[in-house]
């Protein structure tokens, strides 16, 4: 199985700051022949499910505000939020999809207001 | 508005076997255009999938629970459902149904999840 691993495993950053969240995959998730990683990200809110919030490490799911944004290939892998928002309070957990079964999620990453 | 509803009960006891259904509403699980996942997340720890079923009745599971695990589909009434057996301690958690986004490798399937339902609490004890 692909391990995911992710840091930090908590941060805080204050209102309208950036927040930096990094995954990394124990084995490569890009795939040559058409050059896209499977990858994928998710908010989970306290008491909510997660939400799907970027796939193929950076397309945005629809209705997803813009300041979320994935980058990164290979093994290594970022979400950035550009500017922290009050409701943008939850985990956060990456997730491969490239070798199956099973996918596997990274431990997640909490992210408060400072 | 497509949305997935866990139910089925929050105990059972160990050895037995925990039984959910995640009823379909809004759209339908004989849709080709997806799997039915689920997965679970243990208090306070990260998530786990279990496995998915497509609505011909095809499954995939996680090797890791394979052997107690077994998922079906009824799309009479459009739901799904799963069954893990010999259930312990470890496996107290929320169960999520989520529907899953697939596509083909040359040499498999691969998907993310794109929805979710709220979840249930499933606590294993005597």
Redesign the interface.
């Known amino acids: 199985d692909i391990v995911m691993t992710q840091s930090p495993d908590s941060l805080a950053v204050s209102l309208g700051e950036r927040a930096t969240i990094n995954c990394k995959s124990s084995q490569s998730v890009l795939?040559s022949s058409n050059n896209k990683n499977?990858l994928?990200w998710?908010q989970q809110k306290p008491g909510?499910?997660?939400?799907?919030l970027i796939?193929w490490a950076s397309t945005r799911?629809s209705g997803v505000p813009d300041r979320f944004s994935g980058s990164g290939s290979g093994t290594d892998f970022t979400l950035t939020i550009s500017s922290l928002q009050a409701e943008d309070v939850a985990v956060y957990?990456c997730?491969q999809?490239?070798s199956?079964?099973?996918?596997?999620?990274?431990?997640?990453t909490k992210v408060d207001i400072k | 508005q497509v949305q997935l509803q866990e139910s089925g009960p929050g105990l059972v006891k160990p050895s037995e076997t925990l039984s959910l259904t995640c009823t379909v509403s809004g759209g339908s699980v004989s849709s080709g255009s997806y799997y039915w996942s689920w997965i679970r997340q243990p208090p306070g720890k990260?998530?786990?999938?279990i496995g998915y079923i497509y609505y011909s009745g095809s499954t995939?599971?996680?090797?890791?629970l394979k052997s107690r695990v077994t998922i079906s589909v009824d799309t009479s009434k459009n739901q799904f459902s799963l069954k893990l057996s010999s259930v312990t301690a470890a496996d107290t958690a929320v169960y999520?149904c989520?529907r899953a986004?697939p596509g083909y490798?040359p040499w498999?399937?691969?998907?993310?999840?794109?929805?979710?339902?709220?979840?249930t609490l499933v606590t294993v004890s005597s």
């Open positions: 795939y499977y994928a998710y909510q499910p997660p939400k799907l796939y799911e957990y997730q999809y490239y199956t079964p099973p996918v596997t999620f990274g431990p997640g | 990260g998530l786990e999938w995939n599971y996680n090797p890791s999520y989520a986004r490798f498999g399937p691969y998907w993310y999840f794109d929805l979710w339902g709220r979840g």
